[in-house]
């Protein structure tokens, strides 16, 4: 083969032997901000996974009320990241902002076991997603400062997945210490400060941010105006992401529904270990597979999956239903999460990265605080049903309107993934 014909096929040479690495050649950062995520979940989810049961049956809240804290905390969240993605374009300090953005959730626990009404609760539902707002977009650019293009489905696949671990390792503890502390489910919120505070050692310690990016970005000023350079691909995956926020409400509603069909207090985390389960085998995989096809087929595969999911923990209602249902949940969260991540990775110009995560993030926030205030309110009012059957419904217009974009663009519009 001649020199020429070499430097021809090498491009194509180097994609197949990067899709062809997996996980395991990552870079170092990659697998340390997965474990950060995933022992701030551990910390997480020893919390919301008891925290729907405690609200309506220690506190007196009404599912309304659920509804509307988790909405308000999740809308908080999003809202945050859209500063705190542009600030860390701005700065060039990602990785600061992160750790201030962890350091704050970890910071909100004690306030959980020692509430005595659900206001307390909202507080620290607020601060602690601040702190989520804070760090999401900044360790999401992070990520895709770290890996080259070839790799970013992979790489936000594992970061999901060691996120997922420690959201159904959470759940686990929980019943451990259920059992062992005889139901005392204050006794268990104040636990789940040790895992808060290992992840937070683990961020300082075990992730750098590249230097020579962090200088490049702080050298450049990052105005209002620049961010009409995204493009039109990226506000199409806005648009398809504030659909699929629709349909998919808080998960506080599958603790619910689990409650609702008689698993009982000390056993209702396993609703939250069988959905992370399945959400942790499969968003690597769906990752990868991202990296080989239109990402958006894939989302369109997790469209599917959620509508099941709905009708199921709708209309069966058992145990078993519940279980089938969250892990069905966890499939389409699988499927979709670390995908629009991808995305957006994609579509935004490097040094516009955190500020594109966190105007997604703004979005889908907003739409996330009405879907889960509108499922709070048709699930007091109608009851179980009519809110599965809503989130199917707003699932079915998303899937539509994604097969139509899908169709009308037959030639794959992701960009050149630079």
Do not use: C
């Not at 992160?98 to 004690?110: F, N, Q, R």
């Not at 990226?234 to 069909?261: H, K, N, P, Q, Y």
């Amino acid at each position: 083969m001649t020199e020429e014909e070499r430097a021809q096929t090498a491009p194509a040479d180097a994609a197949t032997e990067a899709l062809g690495r997996g996980i395991w050649r990552l870079p170092r950062g990659v697998w340390a901000l997965g474990l950060v995520a995933m022992f701030m979940d551990v910390s997480s989810e020893m919390i919301h996974s008891l925290l729907p049961v405690f609200l309506v049956g220690t506190l007196g809240a009404s599912t309304t009320v659920v509804g509307l804290i988790e909405g308000i905390a999740e809308a908080t969240a999003s809202i945050t990241k859209v500063f705190s993605g542009w600030l860390s374009d701005k700065l060039g300090k990602r990785k600061l902002l992160a750790v201030i953005g962890y350091g704050l959730g970890a910071l909100t626990k004690p306030i959980f076991p020692l509430a005595a009404t659900p206001v307390e609760v909202l507080g620290a539902r607020f601060v602690d997603r601040i702190g989520k707002g804070i760090r999401g977009a900044p360790r999401d650019a992070l990520v895709a400062d770290i890996v080259t293009a070839d790799m970013r489905g992979a790489a936000y696949g594992l970061r999901q997945t060691l996120d997922t671990v420690g959201a159904f390792a959470g759940p686990l503890l929980a019943i451990g210490l259920m059992a062992l502390l005889a139901g005392d489910i204050r006794a268990v919120f104040w636990w789940a400060i040790v895992p808060g505070a290992i992840a937070i050692l683990l961020l300082i310690l075990g992730v750098e941010e590249p230097a020579h990016l962090a200088e490049k970005r702080a050298r450049t000023p990052i105005r209002l105006a620049d961010v009409r350079q995204i493009g039109s691909g990226f506000w199409l995956v806005v648009g398809i992401g504030a659909v699929f926020t629709m349909a998919r409400f808080s998960e506080a509603f599958l603790v619910l529904r689990a409650s609702d069909v008689g698993l009982t207090a000390a056993f209702v985390p396993l609703i939250m270990v069988v959905m992370n389960v399945i959400y942790a085998l499969v968003a690597t995989p769906a990752g990868e597979l991202s990296d080989r096809i239109d990402r958006r087929w894939v989302l369109a595969a997790g469209l599917l999956v959620l509508i099941g999911a709905d009708l199921v923990l709708g209309f069966w209602g058992t145990i078993a239903g519940a279980l089938v249902g969250a892990g069905l949940w966890g499939m389409y969260m699988g499927l979709t999460q670390g995908l629009f991540s991808a995305l957006i990775a994609d579509y935004a110009p490097p040094a516009l990265r955190g500020t594109a995560f966190g105007i997604f993030n703004l979005v889908t926030g907003i739409v996330l605080l009405a879907a889960s205030a509108l499922a709070g309110l048709l699930w007091q009012e109608f009851g179980a049903r009519a809110t599965f059957a809503s989130g199917a419904a707003f699932a079915g217009v998303a899937l539509l309107g994604l097969l139509l974009v899908l169709r009308r663009q037959k030639q794959d519009p992701t960009p050149d993934k630079k």
